[in-house]
């Protein structure tokens, strides 16, 4: 099962399409990301990879066989050899080696010792078999977790944003461990992501998933450094929403959650809208500007890619906005996650598709 080829999938929830027609192969040794902004579907395609979900048509192949996922005990059988680690880590209270010895003890195996201390020797945390799983930090906690997924030893791995909650240093360590782990044993890997540093650093193969179809696929180089840059950019700051034309000859966009964004065109009704990181305003402090859009948020996630920094700010708790600031003025403004900014941009800085 370390070769997965997904063919023409398609997911439907209450009549809404999730998925529209995917179609890749992964061979067996890659690491392959799926890569997309919130709501893209790569959750939902990584539980109907990990066989916790069923699609609404299309075939996933796993070493050559179709997935019949009508037969519970055929998935049962599979999800023995596919190792899944969610977003959120949830442990048990109870020591490390307890929560990473817990898959084997459900199949019954006795002497797990050994292969608990090997996999916590592989994920960076040798000596960490006593101490309680509640009291370890968010990196540790999702070493643990994926520590949890190799233990039974799967063919397949899929990890669902592994760094997403995680300080730059953890998720460095995490990233650490899973491509060590992709090398050493030869594991096939597929994992989500938001972070495009990651799929530099990670990826033998990414493929772009935006509004549940899949967009592009190839190497970083061949998507990131090809001569059409606009997909660089289609993934960050989309928002789907409804436009109605003011009396000033702009455009308000509804884009839910009580967000409206002031857009400089004119359209009515349904619309796309991206709003390039490269042209949003970050401060500390509210911001007076005359800049149309201006949002209180939080940050939720900082990536560090060279002499740019890109941080993830959640507006009104639930819409995310990527902005990028340079080295330099991230290290002046003494940023972190959870701190409390001020977004801004221009109405003339909302592109609608
Ligand atoms: P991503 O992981 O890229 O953020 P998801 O796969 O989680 O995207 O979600 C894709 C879309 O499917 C979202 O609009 C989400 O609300 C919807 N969705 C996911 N799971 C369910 C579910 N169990 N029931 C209904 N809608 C769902």
């Given at each position: 099962m370390s070769k997965?080829?997904?063919?023409?999938?398609?997911?439907?929830?209450?009549?809404?399409?999730v998925l529209k027609g995917i179609t890749f192969s992964v061979q067996k040794g890659e690491f392959f990301v799926l890569l997309g902004p919130n709501g893209s579907g790569k959750t939902t395609l990584l539980k109907i990879l990990d066989l916790l979900e069923e699609p609404t048509s299309g075939e996933v192949w796993l070493n050559g066989e179709p997935v019949d996922y009508s037969s519970s005990k055929e998935r049962v059988m599979l999800r023995r050899r596919i190792g899944m680690v969610f977003q959120q880590t949830v442990l048990f209270n109870m020591s490390v080696l307890d929560n990473v010895a817990y898959p084997l003890k459900v199949r019954g195996e006795r002497n797990f010792e050994q292969k608990v201390k090997s996999v916590l020797e592989l994920v960076q945390l040798k000596g960490f078999e006593r101490k309680n799983a509640l009291t370890l930090s968010g990196g540790e906690a999702q070493r643990v977790a994926i520590a949890q997924a190799l233990v039974t030893e799967p063919e397949l791995l899929l990890l669902d944003e592994p760094t997403a909650n995680l300080d730059p240093k953890n998720a460095s360590i995490v990233e650490e461990v899973i491509s060590h782990i992709n090398r050493e044993k030869e594991i096939t890997i597929i994992m989500t992501t938001h972070n495009v540093s990651q799929v530099e650093n990670l990826a033998d193969r990414v493929a772009i998933l935006d509004g549940g179809r899949m967009e592009l696929l190839g190497t970083f180089q061949e998507i990131f450094r090809s001569p059409s840059p606009n997909?660089?950019?289609a993934m960050d700051n989309i928002f789907h929403g409804v436009s109605r034309?003011?009396?000033?000859?702009?455009?308000?966009i509804d884009i839910g959650d009580g967000v409206h964004i002031e857009a400089a065109f004119k359209r009515v009704g349904n619309v796309t809208i991206h709003v390039p990181p490269e042209?949003?305003?970050?401060?500390?402090?509210?911001?007076?500007?005359?800049a149309r859009n201006t949002f209180e948020g939080t940050i939720t996630q900082i990536t560090d890619i060279g002499h740019i920094v890109r941080l993830r700010v959640k507006v009104m708790s639930i819409k995310d906005f990527i902005v990028q600031v340079t080295k330099r003025s991230f290290n002046e403004?003494?940023?972190?996650?959870?701190?409390?900014v001020y977004i801004a941009f221009k109405a003339s800085s909302v592109q609608a598709n």
């Open positions: 997965v080829e997904v063919k023409s999938l398609f997911k439907e929830y209450s009549g809404r399409q997909k660089n950019l034309i003011t009396n000033e000859g702009t455009s308000i042209d949003i305003i970050l401060s500390k402090y509210p911001l007076i500007s005359s403004m003494q940023l972190n996650i959870g701190s409390k």
